[in-house]
């Protein structure tokens, strides 16, 4: 078995919800490629005596616990002095810590106050891991067979420390590192997915599929264990053309980390731009596109055409179509994204066009097309379970299926059309 750690956050603003706590996720994936395990993760509040506990219980399954947080100047920054309490250690004033802490107040200009000096205070004994973007220097702490790292709380500062000096401790302690490889799908639940390739991953040991479900997505992560990283690629590979050949349609990237990033990537690989008209998502389509970096290469154009008269005068939806066939309806959305693409000089227009609720016998029925120059995809969507929070829901469901679109379309695939989501 190899070497199994846990992570503890110190910080009761993190408790509270004050504070949204990242680091812990950003640790368990770095000591994840490590090929150290993580079976348990606790946040405590600035208290010694329930860090101490938590140290208690940490070490009673593990032989190495990371923390961050609670190396600050204040009266509650107290898990240097816990954790060294833990191991017997006394507290010594680290000669060059205090000087780097006084350079560093005297550049700014301003006077220390004493209790800064608290930062330089440092485990008799420890290794003292640099912080050049705070003040609060992190260490390392070894005895009785165990060892804890200890890290700043601030990410800025812990992200850094994390990927330096505390990678290259660990790195020297482990013979085998774990790789994942995540296959994104949209267009597929969780359990039809899993239902269809449960009989080979429950007795799959090296490389494992774990699936993973988010708001109309599903992914499926493989991760590999080996001596190094290409041999883990190389355990993947067989396993990912697997998938891919099962469930190709519904696979549209791999490692994204949402659809927007997929769809951002994809237009900015084939120097494409993307145009967006919507009706019921409200401009969610377009925002979810801008939160990407990157997006200004490939978004041209996005417009909000709530009103029938905005359809007609912004995007050229002819009179004739929204009467025979009202304004939610398969060829109001096709209308939409041409008409948007045409006003945008865009490669590929996207649109929706639907009753996104709460009232309504037709709550849920949605339309989202993808038009390029030469063709339209469009999708007729029921999107409503009978949830009080449906309208938003809906809202999201709608805005995905519209990305979804817009890749298909850069791709000339369709073969998502021809089934119905409900």
Not at 291 to 296: H, K, R, T, V
């Amino acid at each position: 078995m190899g070497m199994v750690a846990q992570i503890i956050c110190v910080g009761t603003e993190l408790l509270l919800g004050d504070v949204v706590n990242t680091n812990a996720a950003e640790i368990a994936r770095t000591l994840a490629r490590l090929g150290i395990g993580v079976y348990h993760q606790s946040v405590v509040g600035d208290n010694p005596e329930r860090l101490s506990q938590e140290l208690d219980d940490a070490f009673s399954r593990c032989d190495l616990v990371l923390l961050t947080g609670g190396l600050g100047p204040t009266y509650d920054d107290l898990t240097k002095q816990t954790v060294a309490r833990w191991f017997g250690k006394s507290l010594v004033l680290d000669r060059e810590e205090e000087r780097t802490l006084r350079g560093f107040f005297e550049k700014l200009g301003y006077k220390m106050t004493e209790n800064n000096l608290q930062q330089a205070m440092m485990p008799e004994g420890c290794t003292v891991l640099k912080n050049p973007y705070g003040t609060a220097p992190g260490c390392i702490i070894e005895g009785k067979g165990k060892a804890a790292v200890l890290m700043p709380g601030p990410p800025r500062e812990m992200r850094p420390m994390l990927e330096g000096p505390v990678c290259d401790w660990l790195q020297k302690r482990t013979d085998s590192v774990f790789l994942s490889r995540t296959l994104n799908f949209f267009g597929i639940g969780e359990s039809t997915l899993e239902s269809r390739v449960r009989e080979e991953i429950s007795h799959m040991e090296n490389p494992t599929v774990a699936p993973y479900a988010k708001p109309g997505e599903v992914q499926l992560r493989i991760t590999a264990r080996a001596p190094d990283e290409d041999a883990c690629r190389a355990m993947i590979a067989p396993v990912e053309a697997e998938l891919r050949e099962k469930f190709g349609k519904y696979c549209y990237g791999a490692d994204y980390h949402s659809l927007q990033e997929a769809v951002v990537d994809g237009f900015r690989t084939r120097g494409l731009h993307l145009a967006a008209a919507e009706s019921c998502t409200g401009g969610l389509v377009a925002s979810r596109i801008v939160e990407i970096p990157g997006a200004s290469e490939m978004f041209a154009y996005g417009a909000v055409t709530y009103s029938d008269e905005a359809k007609q005068r912004m995007l050229g939806v002819s009179a004739e179509t929204l009467r025979l066939h009202t304004a939610v309806s398969a060829e109001t959305a096709a209308e939409m994204a041409r008409g948007v693409r045409a006003l945008a000089g865009a490669d590929v227009g996207v649109a929706t066009t639907g009753y996104a609720g709460p009232g309504g016998e037709q709550v849920g029925l949605v339309y989202a097309a993808a038009a390029t120059a030469d063709e339209t995809i469009v999708r007729e969507l029921h999107l409503a379970r009978g949830r009080a929070d449906d309208r938003d829901q809906i809202r999201l469901l709608a805005s995905s299926w519209a990305l979804r679109l817009a890749l298909m379309a850069a791709d000339g695939d369709k073969r998502l059309i021809e089934t119905k989501e409900r």
